[in-house]
């Protein structure tokens, strides 16, 4: 959405520096507006109305108000499903046993789905199993941090700490159901999915067909997100069109209209309904497979830091997840769809389940062994300094590896020390973390006396300790919230080399903005 005001703002400078007069002021839409880009969108189309009204009611013989109702004005779906005859169809690779088939049904249900992200190959690089589901929080004290272990159980991928694990979460199959039920689909129906007009490109040099079919349950579970992403206003506006009692019908042209927007605001994003809720909400409403695979939100992947070296752990893969949990206004409890999933999944069960995995670089570069490193990681945001320190031991262990300042936050002590042993372990005997070595672990307990302490407060504590370290060559890594957590890291840094440098605040925000451009400042923030 930037880049597209970029262009709006460079092409209006552009005409206006030619001469042109602009007939209304220039409209920047914004996607993270609560209504999204309808928000600044609906206002000023009905200024551009008016102003042209103004100019020539030649041009709205009805006024600029009037709306035009024929449902003949809805556009025509951009997917259309084609439905194979069970005994057409070549059945063998549908019924591979356990991980093969798994595989090909991903990879032809993504490869057909209409949202897939291009950055993202159809087929996962990897498939995972879990075999370690363990909590990280005392039980009752309001949070769940989950520690993951996960096995390779087809090809293994070569990462680096850093390194981010992109993992493509199951859905509700009571959910799944309840949603081929409420639209009147038949589960075991044999679909290939397709633009229109793009029937022909489906056959490779060869002539062969390789939009294999797929039954439609499994196209639904690996690719449309009904029971977790809300649905946009078009969604409503299509709903209108297939409405057969009035009173829904009133209802959806209503949300879908400019009037409506705030109403729509309070029904849909703020409760964060589902598409499956939205269904259930309007039963008159019969939407064709077509209208449902385009406007339905893609499923898509998670991504999470990974908190485990593969040198300590080969084979493997960990993560730390916090399992997220809210209510809504309205008192619906919501859930977090992949960590919620991950949650329940029991690495004791005999079946277990093949989980689809990508692996991608980070915002983390691994740091060579050689250089010092200063950490700040406070609750999750630890996750990848977990392998960050877990590497570094391992080098240790064939030469003199430089040592680590690592300050961790969380709230109480006794409720959510995340890998509390791990940590002290490592400060303990000359570890990387250990005083000894010129490094340290350092904790702030933010709920454990009255006044609040963070990790900044902590940094601040060892002033002349990060400074030493930064003298030495010390890189800095920070990761966490990207609420305010990023910007008080910062500002506390300015103040350590403010205070230790004996140089102006000024001063201090250059030669941290030096340490940004030199590869020795890193950021891995999330909303």
Known sequence: MLWLQFVAKKLDRRISDLGATAVVERGLGDDQHPSGYEGALDPWMSSLWSMLYQINPKFFPNGPDFVISDT?????????????????VDLQSSSAPG????????????????????????????????????????AGCGKDVRHFEFEFVSSIIEYGVGDVLEVLPGQDPAAVDAFLQCCNLNPESLITVHPIGMESRHRDAEGNDYKVPIK?????????????????????????????????????????????????????????????????????????????????PPLKTRAFSISSSPSAHPNQVHLTVNVVSWTTPFKRKRTGLCSTWLAGLDPQDGMGVYIPAWFCKGSLPPPPPSIPLVLVGPGTGCAPFRGFVEERAIQDMSGSAAPIMLFFGCRNQENDFLYKDFWLSHAQNSGPLSIARGGGFYVAFSRDQPQKVYVQHKMREQSQRVWNLLVEGASIYVSGSSTKMPSDVMSALEEIISKEAGVSRETAVLQLRRLEKDGRYHVEAWS
């Open 72 to 88: 003949k004005l809805i556009n025509q779906p951009k997917f259309q499903i084609t439905y194979h005859e069970i005994d057409k």
């Open 99 to 138: 991980l093969d088939h798994v595989q090909m049904q991903t990879g032809r249900a993504r490869s057909m789905s209409p949202g897939k992200v291009s950055h993202i190959k159809n087929i996962p690089d990897c498939f995972l199993k879990m075999i370690k589901n363990q909590p990280l929080c005392r």
């Open 216 to 296: 439609l349950k499994t196209f639904v579970e690996l690719t449309m997100d009904i029971a977790s992403a809300s649905p946009r206003r078009y969604f409503f506006e299509v709903m209108s069109y297939f409405a057969t009692a009035e009173h829904e019908k009133e209802r959806l042209q209503y949300f879908a209209s400019p009037e409506g927007r705030d109403d729509l605001y309070q029904y849909n994003q703020k409760e964060r309904r589902t598409v499956l809720e939205v269904l259930e909400d309007f039963p008159s409403v019969q939407m064709p497979f077509e209208w449902l695979v385009q406007l339905v």
